[in-house]
């Protein structure tokens, strides 16, 4: 079914759920490239202190390192593939696509504003596992990610997560 400003049928829940499990397994793949690299800098800079209370610093000034550079990867990946295209590798596996409300299907991507806005709020909230504030703060940053992704099961007519209201965007499907 095709809802009043969405300019195909929508995507169902479940197709944008293994979109996101696509991309978030490259993506791990990446953190997982960047956490060995921040993990030697911090190993490097922790065996150049000389018994000085400053290493606990330094892996809290590490992992908070980590966590802002991975959230700027997850924007960028949205960003720039959203930007292009108005699909993520995820959503191209799944024939499903980002377009803009109320507009015909665009040919390419989204306009830079929304492709931004989309990523930012989209991942943002991982931001929120830097705090040092071991447990609660990884909790926080994870719900504020999962809120945002439920929240097109309760969206009506568009099922928009609260990225695609700030971004004025729906998921539609193209195959």
Same mark, same amino acid.
């Given at each position: 079914?095709?809802?009043?400003?969405?300019?195909?049928?929508?995507?169902?829940?479940?197709?944008?759920? /293994?979109? !996101?499990?696509?991309?978030?397994?490259?993506?791990?793949?990446?953190?997982?490239?960047?956490?060995?690299?921040?993990?030697?800098?911090?190993?490097?800079?922790?065996?150049?202190?000389?018994?000085?209370?400053?290493?606990?610093?330094?892996?809290?000034?590490?992992?908070?390192?980590?966590?802002?550079?991975?959230?700027?990867?997850?924007?960028?990946?949205?960003?720039?593939?959203?930007?292009?295209?108005?699909?993520?590798?995820?959503?191209? /596996?799944?024939?499903?696509? @980002?377009?803009?409300?109320?507009?015909?299907?665009?040919?390419?991507?989204?306009?830079?504003?929304?492709?931004?806005? !989309?990523?930012?709020?989209?991942?943002?909230?991982?931001?929120?596992?830097?705090?040092?504030?071991?447990?609660?703060?990884?909790?926080?940053?994870?719900? /504020?990610?999962?809120?945002?992704?439920?929240?097109?099961?309760?969206?009506?007519?568009?099922?928009?997560?609260?990225?695609?209201?700030?971004?004025?965007?729906? @998921?539609?499907?193209?195959?």
């Amino acid at each position: 079914m095709q809802p009043p400003g969405a300019p195909a049928p929508l995507a169902e829940w479940w197709q944008r759920l /293994v979109a !996101r499990l696509i991309d978030g397994v490259i993506l791990f793949v990446v953190n997982l490239v960047i956490g060995v690299i921040m993990a030697a800098l911090f190993l490097a800079s922790y065996s150049s202190l000389d018994g000085s209370s400053s290493g606990a610093f330094s892996s809290v000034v590490v992992g908070i390192l980590s966590t802002v550079i991975s959230t700027i990867l997850w924007v960028c990946y949205d960003f720039f593939l959203l930007k292009m295209n108005g699909q993520t590798v995820g959503k191209m /596996v799944m024939g499903i696509k @980002v377009v803009p409300v109320g507009q015909h299907m665009p040919p390419k991507g989204l306009p830079t504003d929304a492709a931004l806005k !989309r990523g930012g709020v989209t991942w943002g909230g991982y931001l929120l596992t830097a705090i040092p504030i071991p447990i609660i703060s990884t909790l926080l940053g994870y719900a /504020v990610v999962a809120v945002n992704g439920a929240s097109q099961l309760w969206d009506k007519p568009l099922q928009q997560t609260f990225a695609d209201k700030v971004a004025g965007t729906v @998921v539609v499907k193209i195959k």
